[in-house]
C-alpha cells in the first residue's frame, strides 16, 4: 500500500524552443527557452544556445519511453510545411482571379480586360497541353472560375456582373475554348447556351457521366443560375461523390470541375439555413454513433480549419486551464488548410510531441482522465477501486481535454483538402465544420465557434441549437478565430461587428427565455472591453514578426518568407502557462474567464471569480502539468 501512495520519481522532460533575436547578423544571437518537469513541478529556465536546428523534441529517453521518432518531427517554424507535399499545386494566375470572382454578391470585384485576357489565355494554353506541372491549371480552378463567371452574369447585381473588359475578353476566347474545353466545363460556362450567344448546345444536353454526376449537374443547374437546393438535395450529393478517390493525383470519381463548381456556388449564392444544416449533419453517422464521455461539462471548440498567419492563437493553452477546474474541451481541426495555410492545433501539438493521431474513443478517453476528480466520493469506493483511484492520483497524468483531427473523425470530409486549395476561397464546410460534436458528454454541452464575416454569427448559432446544446458562443476574435484581444479597439472600424464581440445563447428555465425546438434558450449580444475586467490594453502578440528562429536554411532569407510561425505560438503560450505575465497570459485568462461565464459555467457567475480562478490554475503551475501531461498519456493510449 505504501509503495502505491508513493509517487514514482518523475523523468525529466522538455520542449526547447531556440529563438534568433532580431540582430544585423540573425544566425548568431541566440537564447533557449526549456520547460522542464521534474518531481510534479515544472519551471522555466534559459540556457546557452544548442547548435541543433530547432525542432520540436522531448528528450530522448522520453522520445524513447513515448515511442516517438525523430524522423516522424516536422520542422515547426513555417505551418506551410504541414501542407501535403502529393498535392498538386494550383496556377497561380488563375488563383488569383478566383480570388477576385469566386466570392459574394456585393465582395466580387470584377477582372480589367488585361487581366481576364491573361486568366483566359493560361487556360486556353493549359487545356491544350501547353503548360507543365505547376503552371497547369486544375480541373477544379478551370471548374470553380467559371462558376464564378456563370453565377456573376446570371443573378449577381450590376456592379458585380462581368465588367466590359471581361466581356470582350471572352468574345474573344470562347470559341477557342469551346473546341479545347471538355463537355463538363463548357456546361460548367454556359448551361443554357444563353450566356456566349453562340448558340452552344453542349451545356443544354450535358447530363454527366452516371448516376453520381447526373444528380451533381442537376442540383449545379439550379445553382448556377443563382438558386438554392433543398436539405436532402445537398445531403445527397455529398454522400455520394464523398469521400474523393485519387489515383495520380486525379480524382478517380466525380468530375472535379463539377464538385469545386457545387461546393464554390453555393457559397457564392450565399447558402440557407437548409443548406448549411446539410453540410453541418451530412457525415455524423460516418463512423458510427459518437462516443460519449463520462463529464459533467464537456466544451466543443471551433476555431476556423484553416488556422492563423498573424496573432496568436491561444484556445490550446484556454482548454489547459479550463480543465484545471473541471471544464473539459474538445478541440478539432486538421493539419493544414487553405486558403490560409496557417497555425493549427494540430501543428502545435505535433511539434511538441504529443500523438495527433487518435481515434474518437482514444479522445474521450483523455477527456475522462482526471475530470471531475474533485467530485469522487472516496467512502463509496470498493477497496481495489479506492486503491486504482489514490494511484491515478499519484501518476499525476490528469488531462481533461482532446484534440481530435478530422483525418480521423470525418475521412470524407478530409478527402477534400486538396479541391479546397484550388477553389481559392472558403466553401460552406468552412463554416459548418467548427459546429460538430464528435464526441457526447453525459453532462452539459456547449459549443464556441469564431467568424469573420457579418452575417455568419446567426446561422453559427441556429446549427448550435439544431445540435441541441445547452450553451452556444460566437466570437469575432482576431483573424475570425477565438482568441478575444486585450488591445484598444481601432478608432478606424466602422464596418461590421467589432472584434471581441460575442453572440450566443444559455439554456435556461425562466419565463423571459425563448423557446427554440423545445429548448428554452436566454439569448445575449455584446462587445467584451478588457479594460472593464481590469487589464491593461495590449498589443496582441504576433506571430509573423519580430523573431527569427534557428533554422540554418531560413538565416538568409527575406523575413515575409519565414511565416507564420508554428514555434512562435507555442513559446508565448507555454511562457504564459508557465506564469510569465504580458499580452499572452492576459488572452488565455480572458478567453477562459470570459467563456466560462458566457456560457453559464458553474462557479463563473460571477466573472471576476471566472477570472482568478483562470489565473490561479496558471499561477499554480495546473496548467502547464496538464498540457504536459496531454504530451505524454496521448502515446499510451490503446
Known amino acids: 500500500m505504501r509503495a502505491l501512495l508513493s509517487p514514482e520519481s518523475s523523468s525529466l522532460y522538455f520542449t526547447s524552443i531556440n529563438i534568433v533575436s532580431r540582430d544585423p547578423n540573425p544566425c548568431r544571437s541566440r537564447t533557449s527557452l526549456y520547460f522542464l518537469k521534474r518531481g510534479g513541478g515544472c519551471r522555466l529556465i534559459r540556457r546557452k544556445p544548442r547548435s541543433a536546428a530547432v525542432k520540436a523534441v522531448l528528450d530522448s529517453a522520453t522520445i524513447e519511453e513515448l515511442g516517438l521518432k525523430e524522423s516522424d518531427m516536422r520542422n515547426p517554424a513555417i505551418s506551410s510545411t504541414y501542407r501535403r507535399s502529393m498535392l498538386p499545386k494550383p496556377n497561380q494566375t488563375v488563383l488569383e482571379a478566383q480570388a477576385r470572382i469566386c466570392t459574394g454578391p456585393t465582395q466580387t470585384r470584377p477582372l480589367s480586360e488585361e487581366q481576364a485576357f491573361k486568366v483566359l489565355d493560361t487556360i486556353l494554353r493549359s487545356v491544350r497541353g501547353e503548360l507543365k506541372d505547376e503552371e497547369q491549371v486544375s480541373k477544379a480552378q478551370i471548374g470553380a472560375f467559371f462558376a464564378g463567371m456563370t453565377i ?93 478517390k485519387f489515383e495520380d493525383g486525379k480524382s478517380t470519381g466525380v468530375s472535379e470541375s463539377l464538385l469545386s463548381a457545387f461546393l464554390i456556388g453555393q457559397r457564392m449564392n450565399r447558402e440557407t439555413d437548409r443548406e448549411l444544416k446539410a453540410y453541418c449533419l451530412a457525415f455524423d453517422d460516418e463512423l458510427g454513433p459518437a462516443p460519449v464521455a463520462d463529464v459533467s461539462s464537456l466544451t466543443h471548440y471551433g476555431e476556423p480549419y484553416d488556422g492563423n498567419t498573424r496573432f496568436f492563437r491561444s484556445t490550446l493553452f484556454v482548454a489547459a486551464v479550463r480543465s484545471c477546474y473541471g471544464e473539459s474541451s474538445l478541440l478539432h481541426g486538421v493539419e493544414w488548410m487553405p486558403p490560409k495555410g496557417g497555425v493549427t492545433e494540430e501543428q502545435m501539438l505535433n511539434f511538441m510531441g504529443a500523438n495527433t493521431n487518435l481515434s474518437l474513443h482514444q479522445a474521450k478517453e483523455l477527456i475522462e482522465v482526471g475530470a471531475d476528480n474533485c467530485s469522487v466520493s472516496l467512502c463509496s469506493l470498493p477497496f481495489f477501486a479506492l486503491i486504482e483511484t489514490f494511484a491515478s492520483f499519484f501518476q499525476d497524468e490528469e488531462v481533461g481535454f482532446a484534440y481530435i483531427s478530422q483525418r480521423e473523425a470525418r475521412p470524407s470530409l478530409y478527402s477534400l483538402i486538396g479541391l479546397r486549395e484550388h477553389i481559392k476561397k472558403r466553401p460552406p464546410l468552412a463554416t459548418t465544420e467548427k459546429v460538430q460534436q464528435f464526441i457526447r458528454a453525459k453532462g452539459k454541452e456547449s459549443i464556441v465557434a469564431g467568424f469573420y464575416h457579418e452575417g455568419y454569427e446567426e446561422p453559427l448559432l441556429m446549427l448550435m441549437k439544431r445540435r441541441g446544446v445547452h450553451s452556444g458562443l460566437v466570437v469575432k476574435g482576431e483573424e475570425g478565430a477565438l482568441s478575444m484581444t486585450t488591445r484598444l479597439r481601432s478608432a478606424s472600424t466602422s464596418k461590421g461587428f467589432p472584434v471581441n464581440y460575442c453572440s450566443g445563447f444559455r439554456s435556461v428555465g425562466t419565463e423571459t427565455a425563448c423557446k427554440e425546438d423545445g429548448v428554452s434558450h436566454q439569448s445575449f449580444r455584446l462587445e467584451v472591453n478588457a479594460m472593464d475586467y481590469g487589464f491593461e490594453p495590449t498589443d496582441t502578440p504576433r506571430t509573423d514578426r519580430s523573431v527569427n528562429f534557428e533554422i540554418p536554411f531560413l538565416c538568409n532569407l527575406d523575413h515575409d518568407l519565414a511565416c507564420p510561425f508554428v514555434s512562435k505560438n507555442i513559446e508565448l503560450g507555454l511562457a504564459a502557462l508557465h506564469g510569465q505575465k504580458g499580452p499572452a497570459y492576459d488572452r488565455i485568462v480572458l478567453n477562459a474567464g470570459i467563456v466560462d461565464h458566457l456560457l453559464g459555467c458553474d462557479g463563473a457567475e460571477d466573472l471576476t471569480i471566472a477570472l482568478d480562478r483562470a489565473r490561479e490554475a496558471i499561477d499554480s503551475g495546473k496548467a502547464l502539468k496538464k498540457l504536459l501531461n496531454y504530451i505524454k498519456v496521448s502515446h499510451k493510449l490503446k
Open 152 to 244: 456573376r452574369a446570371n443573378s449577381f447585381p450590376e456592379e458585380t456582373q462581368w465588367s466590359e473588359g471581361e466581356r470582350r475578353a471572352m468574345n474573344l476566347f470562347w470559341p477557342l475554348l469551346l473546341r479545347a474545353l471538355p463537355p463538363d466545363v463548357i456546361f460548367i460556362a454556359d448551361p443554357e447556351g444563353s450566356i456566349m450567344g453562340l448558340g452552344n448546345s453542349v451545356g443544354p444536353q450535358f447530363i454527366g457521366n452516371g448516376t453520381t454526376e447526373m444528380r451533381l449537374v442537376g442540383a449545379l443547374r439550379e445553382i448556377l443560375a443563382g438558386g438554392h437546393l433543398g436539405y436532402e438535395e445537398v445531403q445527397g450529393v455529398l454522400k455520394d461523390v464523398l469521400p474523393l
